[in-house]
């Protein structure tokens, strides 16, 4: 249908964390690789930054569930 199939080189060049989410991503998608963060280890990364920046606005002590 028009898409055009790329191999995926292992050394992925260029700035190398950017490098290594495409390559897993890629093998995420073509083979159903785990991808490097599960949804519930960003979800907790995410809450705890969100916790930062609204304890940094309010200058007060923000309660997270325990991670």
């Known amino acids: 249908m028009g898409v055009k199939k790329y191999k995926i080189e292992k050394?992925?060049?260029g700035i190398a964390p950017i490098g290594r989410c495409i390559r897993a991503y890629a093998e995420w998608v073509l083979n159903d690789?785990?991808?490097?963060?599960?949804?519930?280890?960003?979800?907790?990364?995410?809450?705890?930054?969100?916790a930062l920046y609204n304890s940094s606005k309010s200058g007060k002590k923000e309660q997270i569930e325990k991670l």
């Not at 490097?36 to 930054?49: A, D, F, G, P, Q």
């Open 11 to 13: 050394n992925t060049k």
């Open 33 to 50: 690789t785990p991808f490097l963060n599960t949804v519930e280890e960003s979800s907790r990364v995410l809450r705890l930054i969100s």
